[in-house]
């Protein structure tokens, strides 16, 4: 029987208690901050060399960013 490899580190993912944290961290920042911590996370969701794929963590950073920055759009 074929055993599947042994992960050395498991993944950091972030529970519901902690998104929701982080969720109203972001809405006391100022839009400048939300930014700077969006791109900040954008930049750890990069893929390098189609091999290495972004901690779960970071892209869950950059969609709590991302709601933080819709919710502060204009509508139109």
Same mark, same amino acid.
């Given at each position: %029987? !074929? ?5 050395? *580190? *498991?993944?950091?993912?972030?529970? *519901? ?13 100022? %839009?400048?901050? !939300?930014?700077? /911590? ?14 290495? /794929?972004?901690?779960?963590?970071? !892209? +869950?950073?950059? !969609? +709590?960013?991302? $709601? +933080?920055? *819709? $919710?502060?759009?204009?509508r139109?």
């Amino acid at each position: %029987m !074929v055993r599947r490899p042994e992960v050395e *580190r *498991r993944e950091e993912i972030l529970s *519901r208690e902690h998104l929701d944290e982080l969720a109203r961290n972001l809405s006391h920042l100022s %839009m400048h901050a !939300v930014l700077d /911590f969006y791109q900040q996370a954008y930049r750890a969701c990069r893929i390098i060399n189609d091999r290495t /794929f972004p901690p779960a963590r970071a !892209v +869950q950073e950059l !969609v +709590q960013a991302w $709601k +933080q920055l *819709r $919710k502060w759009r204009p509508r139109s």
